[in-house]
């Protein structure tokens, strides 16, 4: 390739590669840091965040990290949050997934809408419950796309104006339609 040819691929990719990220935040919503995903696990499950947190205009974010770096967990999921610029609207509403390898510890830090209407303590406690033995159990890709998938329901409560909570929980063990 000729010198002039690749400073053309450059320019036509460089401006989709730069719009993939809003301006705002200045990392994916999915950062697997501690390489624990396939390319193919990552670039699905990174689609799937960005449909889900567009669709409810709430960030849904996993990070991965190898250390804590001395923080405890919450504390590096709020820094993570806040410091590379995640989160919808002025109440830079959305909520971010932290799994650090190291210490072999995970947080969820919420904000805005997702603190304060989609997902309640009792609500993280469950959706927590449904993805942690898939994560003690090193099914990564499952574990986070269970977690995906739980925000996404847990948003869809939220917008009917009923959102789940202590008397008002999704089923457990709901039957997949294959079964049916």
């Known amino acids: 390739y000729s010198l002039l040819s690749v400073l053309w691929i450059f320019i036509l990719i460089c401006p989709v590669m730069a719009s993939e990220i809003p301006s705002e935040r200045q990392k994916p919503l999915l950062v697997d840091d501690a390489g624990l995903l396939t390319e193919e696990e990552s670039s699905a499950l990174l689609n799937k965040l960005e449909d889900i947190s567009q669709k409810y205009e709430n960030e849904v974010g996993i990070v991965t990290v190898n250390s804590l770096e001395g923080k405890t967990a919450e504390a590096y999921a709020d820094d993570y949050y806040d410091y590379n610029g995640y989160g919808y609207g002025e109440n830079d509403d959305g909520l971010l997934l932290l799994i650090s390898m190291g210490e072999r510890e995970w947080a969820i830090s919420t904000y805005g809408y997702s603190h304060t209407v989609a997902f309640t303590d009792a609500g993280l406690e469950f959706i927590s419950g449904e993805f942690q033995s898939k994560l003690s159990s090193g099914n990564y890709a499952d574990a986070f796309n269970c ?32 079964w049916l």
């Open 147 to 178: 977690f995906a998938d739980q925000c996404d329901d847990f948003l869809r409560q939220a917008a009917t104006g009923e959102p789940y909570d202590v008397d008002n929980m999704p089923s457990k063990g709901k039957v997949h339609p294959f």
